[in-house]
């Protein structure tokens, strides 16, 4: 068995292969035309991916028997990950497939997921934190403030808001720029353990693809969605990232 300060080396290599792999990838969207086939592909792909980060939480709450503090919350976290393969589904089936407008059901299961991820990340942070610092607090309450600002900011500012999806859209970047503070109050927390690389890589993945949906509504806001843009590249980057990091979680255990 490997020991504690073994399993607190950072593994830079299969990261940066990560990194290596979307940087291309984007790189070939950029270079493509925006076609129904090229969007249906980026689809499937977020669809298989969401469903691996499911499994792979359902896995590791199975290993440690449900209990209390990892099982209960990667359990919720696999929910929440089922809601996200629900959600990409049924964005490729009426959006891609059907050429329909976005789904509800799509858009609901976006915002359960975005509730189940605050629900394992705050069920980690009261069990490794005795309680939070001045400035964690302050963090906690200040990025999600600034981040709203912005996006209605931008939303108001160009002058076509669409009133009817508002409400729906306010929600969603509330709760991502939520996701984004208590995934980073999250890195300051973690003890040195043997799961820590683990959860710091899961905290980047959550971290990243989150980034990724602030600057999608952003952009929708700004009039300036298209396939080839970051959001893309983040939300491929934060799965693949969660994929490893559950790997790693799984391997620590």
């Known amino acids: 068995m490997k020991t504690i300060s073994e399993k607190v080396q950072f593994p830079y290599r299969i990261p940066l292969v990560i990194f290596g792999v979307v940087l291309a990838f984007h790189m070939f969207l950029e270079s493509q035309k925006p076609t129904d086939e090229l969007y249906l592909l980026i689809g499937i792909i977020l669809v298989g991916m969401s469903l691996v980060v499911a499994a792979s939480c359902f896995a590791i709450s199975k290993i440690y028997g449900y209990s209390r503090i990892f099982g209960i919350s990667y359990l919720i976290l696999g929910i929440g990950y089922f809601f996200s393969f629900v959600g ?8 891609d497939i059907l050429e329909e407008s976005s789904p509800v059901l799509g858009e609901i299961s976006f915002l359960v997921l975005y509730f189940l991820i605050l629900t394992h990340l705050t069920i980690n942070i ?4 005795d309680g ?3 400035f964690q607090k302050i963090l906690l309450v200040v990025i999600p403030i600034v981040m709203v600002l912005i996006y209605s900011y931008l939303v108001f500012n160009t002058g076509n808001v669409d009133y009817s999806e508002l409400p729906y859209s306010m929600l969603a970047i509330s709760l991502s720029s939520l996701t984004v503070s208590f995934a980073v109050v999250g890195f300051t927390l973690f003890k040195q353990t043997a799961l820590m690389i683990a959860w710091s890589l899961l905290l980047i993945g959550m ?6 949906d602030i600057a999608n509504y952003y952009l929708v806001a ?11 590249t983040f939300w491929i980057a934060s799965n ?11 391997k620590a255990i």
């Open 88 to 95: 990409e589904l049924s964005f490729v089936y009426y959006v």
């Open 126 to 129: 009261r069990y490794f934190a």
């Open 132 to 134: 939070l610092r001045f």
């Open 207 to 212: 971290f990243v693809g989150t980034v990724g």
């Open 222 to 232: 700004l009039g300036d969605f298209s396939i080839s843009n970051y959001s893309t």
């Open 240 to 250: 693949a990232i969660m994929i490893y990091a559950l790997y790693r979680h799984q």
